[in-house]
């Protein structure tokens, strides 16, 4: 009765934990390391175990840094079922075809020039097909419901308020008369957020593994933030220039679009033209207007008014190339909400390539941005950057939103952790490794916590947690 840490562990992509009970293998999630394109190439690498003998696999939630190697997985001989929320099997769907899509296109422009320098040619990390296959091999389930996972093993997911479908993960674990209950975080979401319910309390709980992104910092207040962009949005109007918001497409992007409708008035939004320039965004918010058993009490009720989420009168939704390129024809009044949420591609880079170098344009980062990534460089106040291959000047104002971050802070992590009643270790992960110290500085403060890092490779016995 074993947990190994693989992905995640000291960082914050990649998420994938292996369990391994009574014989059998089952993953916590196959995630997708992201950021720089060093730490991207670290996605070949092979896998600590074998694909093909792999029992099952349970999936938290869609965004990519926890899905995004199961195509590669199921390429590499992986043939069991990947458990997960119904939810997150419609949102997954998007964002692996998306992912196959921008990395066979990827590939095919690195390969040109490597074909002109008589290098050797690159092969995809996997392509629409493994994508469609891993899509297949889900096993779709609701919050709640005990899910028999192996004899040894029951999974029940509970609701982790992160984005549509996320789950936290319970695992009760039952082999020669020792039986433990594990709970893996997955995201956890603020409280007190719109569209999305609060992350669930359990209780009797024996082991924790616990995300810690924001383990260090203490998120704006929902109002101050909500003020801070309507400032942005006036400030952007009275000097004439554009709005650019890279956003994740799951998650933040339809958050914005419910506080565009709401706070319409107050923000003036008739002198806007709001362009939501993702395909993949686009087809995520259809996903979440299909669920709206799943919102919290405020949302629903504004559905119950009107039958959909608030309207935003000059909407423009751009599904195709073409009318993408069209939006940087425009040089004033415009906010683009645009792939991806890292600046890492997308349709985003254009929009930065033609407006960062204009001092009366404003960029809006909504979400956490990895080490070395291009929207880690403009939180950082770079005064140049590269995109595709060219130095950009960035004049235009960089504005960082923490309050709209689908990531619960230190505070909301200890709020959650503290109403676990009974102070079960913890192991943090999905953490840079200074947010995991002060979280756990907190923890043991707030609640005398044994906190414990997770490193890859390291192995916890399940079975003697009391010596722990």
């Given amino acids: 009765m074993e947990l190994e840490f693989f992905g995640a562990a000291g960082e914050v992509t990649g998420s994938c934990h292996i369990l391994r009970v009574a014989g059998r293998t089952i993953l916590l999630d196959c995630g997708m390391i992201q950021g720089s394109k060093r730490a991207e190439s670290r996605n070949r690498d092979p896998f600590p175990f074998s694909a093909k003998d792999l029992d099952a696999v349970v999936l938290s939630h869609a965004h990519l840094d926890h899905s995004g190697r199961l195509p590669l997985l199921v390429r590499r001989g992986f043939r069991g079922p990947i458990h997960t929320h119904f939810a997150t099997r419609d949102l997954t769907k998007v964002l692996l075809a998306d992912a196959a899509h921008l990395g066979v296109r990827d590939v095919e422009r690195r390969n040109r020039r490597r074909r002109r320098a008589g290098k050797p040619l690159l092969t995809p990390l996997f392509e629409l ?94 109002s101050d933030t909500i003020d801070e962009l309507g400032e942005i949005l006036d400030t952007a109007r009275a000097e004439g220039g554009n709005v650019l918001i890279p956003a994740f497409a799951i998650g933040r992007s339809q958050e914005l679009l419910y506080e565009f409708g709401v706070h319409a008035d107050r923000w003036h939004m008739d002198d806007w033209l709001v362009f939501l320039d993702s395909p993949m965004a686009i087809e995520a918010t259809e996903v979440y207007w299909d669920y709206p058993h799943l919102y919290d009490e405020e949302a629903t009720k504004l559905r119950r008014k009107a039958n959909e989420m608030p309207p935003i009168k000059r909407l423009h939704l751009t599904r195709t190339p073409a009318e993408s390129q069209v939006i940087n024809r425009i040089s004033r009044g415009a906010i683009i909400i645009a792939g991806s949420g890292m600046c890492n591609g997308g349709r985003i880079l254009h929009h930065l390539k033609h407006n960062l170098w204009r001092r009366e344009n404003h960029v809006v980062i909504v979400g956490f941005q990895a080490p070395r990534s291009l929207g880690r460089k403009l939180v950082e106040r770079r005064k140049h950057v590269r995109i595709h291959g060219e130095s950009v000047d960035v004049a235009a104002q960089i504005h960082t939103l923490g309050g709209l971050s689908a990531h619960g802070d230190a505070a909301d992590l200890s709020r959650w952790y503290g109403a676990l009643g009974n102070t079960p270790p913890v192991w943090l992960v999905h953490g840079e490794p200074e947010p995991g110290k002060a979280l756990a500085g907190r923890l043991k403060k707030d609640h005398g916590a044994r906190v414990h890092r997770a490193l890859p490779g390291r192995r916890v016995d399940l079975a003697a947690l009391a010596d722990v």
């Fill in 129 to 222: 097909q493994d994508a469609q296959r891993a899509v297949a091999q889900m096993a779709t389930h609701r919050y709640h419901e005990a899910i028999q996972v192996t004899p040894e093993v029951t999974v029940v997911f509970h609701d982790a308020g992160h984005i549509m479908g996320s789950a936290m993960v319970e695992v009760r674990l039952s082999d020669d008369g020792v039986e433990r209950r594990l709970l893996f975080s997955g995201d956890l979401g603020q409280y007190d957020t719109p569209i999305l319910r609060d992350p669930e309390s359990l209780q009797g709980i024996d082991a924790v593994l616990m995300e810690s992104t924001y383990g260090g910092r203490t998120h704006r207040s929902r």
